[in-house]
């Protein structure tokens, strides 16, 4: 990464936290602050989620956030996939492999590369374009593929309710998790996000300088506020019938970034313009970004 681009990753989050400041004169009008675009998955309306090929479109449409999800094998290695259990929909494992679908945590790191996924297009999304052989990428290969890139890093820690095989223990997750990111030099364009706060928790004791972020806050309303401080969160993600324009000012005055949840529609995205939001996540980057320009130049 060069110096101009290293400066400008740091920034993204830097420009959130410079608009904090203006938060307390009242919501911003569309032309004043645009939130971040976050590719959801990479954006699964043009290519495979959680594969390197979304990761790599995203990031060519200049997303300024990459979101992912992470699961660990049963050998402790993690692994890019948004359910606990291996998707057949959207993976398919080699015939002659032996392998067949099942929780991500029974199976060793080995055995996940058995499964393509990026051959099946989804049903949801009929635009997606594939991209045949894509295997799930272990977190070590996707950081290192886009450290150098001008994006931030949004991960979800996948824990499962009932884990089949060897339980997960959040600390023992979220130690791997912190050593690879440090690996790579990216703890100030990381964000850990869950909606299992002892990997939050956990993230914080082991290493503060990694930002944390609250998922299924809804959970808890209308007591944000506190529930940020006493997770020591930077950012939580809310969907808009869960909080008003007042409550996204109130957190963002106190440090708390507030990201929209997943939203692809215009109206959704109109809805979070008018909160305030710092970033919207979507699974239709291009069209998002699109939107924004649009609204920009007030169209």
Known sequence: ????????????????????????????????????????????AMAPENTLAAFENAARLGVGILEFDMNLTADDRIVLHHDTTVNPALCKADPSSGVAAGPIRQLTLRQTRAFDCGSSRSPAYPDQKPAPGARMPTLDQFLQ??????VLFFGETKMPRQPAGAPIDPVRFVALIEARVRRYGLEDRFILQSSDYRTLDAMHAINPRIRTCLLRVDRFKPDFMALAKDHHAACLV???????????RQLRATGVMVFADVADSEALWRDYLGLGVDAILTNDPAALIAFLKRDAAGE
Request: net charge positive.
């Open 238 to 248: 809310a969907r808009a019938q869960d909080t008003d324009a007042a409550q996204v």
């Open 1 to 44: 990464m060069t110096g101009h681009k290293r400066r400008r990753a740091s920034a993204l989050l830097l420009c959130v936290a410079a608009s904090l400041a203006t938060a307390g004169s009242g919501t911003a009008g569309a032309g004043e602050r645009q939130p971040i675009v976050v590719a959801h998955r990479g954006g699964p």
């Open 145 to 150: 593929t886009f450290r150098g890139r001008d």
